[in-house]
Nanobody, 121 residues
Framework: QVQLVESGGGLVQAGGSLRLSCAAS????????MGWFRQGPGKEREFVAN??????YYANSVKGRFTISRDNAENTVYLQMNNLKPEDTAVYYC????????????????WGQGTQVTVSS
């Protein structure tokens, strides 16, 4: 059982920045792909970014504004979010799975509890 704990959400004005963190309990963290997803009000959960040994990938809606990174020594993955827009408002979740990355939430077995990001206009 892998436990994930997100932090760093909050309220920010449009154009501002936030950095989300996700700490994992898995000792073999470096062998796991990590993903960030989000779920806005009345919307389905959607892919934001992921990182694994096979590469780094972003949703088109956040490309150029968000950066995913990981610190394997700290078992932590980050999501730096710049130039935030009101449409980025959502609960952000990190997730993990062994092996390669995937853009599909159904492919991830372990999830954090989520952290709220609210962007005001």
């Amino acid at each position: 059982q892998v436990q994930l704990v997100e932090s760093g959400g909050g309220l920010v004005q449009a154009g501002g920045s936030l950095r989300l963190s996700c700490a994992a309990s898995e000792r073999s963290f470096s062998n796991y792909a990590m993903g960030w997803f989000r779920q806005g009000p009345g919307k389905e959960r959607e892919f934001v970014a992921n990182i694994g040994w096979n590469g780094v990938y972003y949703a088109n809606s956040v490309k150029g504004r968000f950066t995913i990174s990981r610190d394997n020594a700290e078992n932590t993955v980050y999501l730096q979010m710049n130039n935030l827009k009101p449409e980025d408002t959502a609960v952000y979740y990190c997730a993990t799975r062994p092996g390669t990355t995937s853009d599909w939430p159904k492919d991830y077995k372990y999830w954090g509890q989520g952290t709220q990001v609210t962007v005001s206009s």
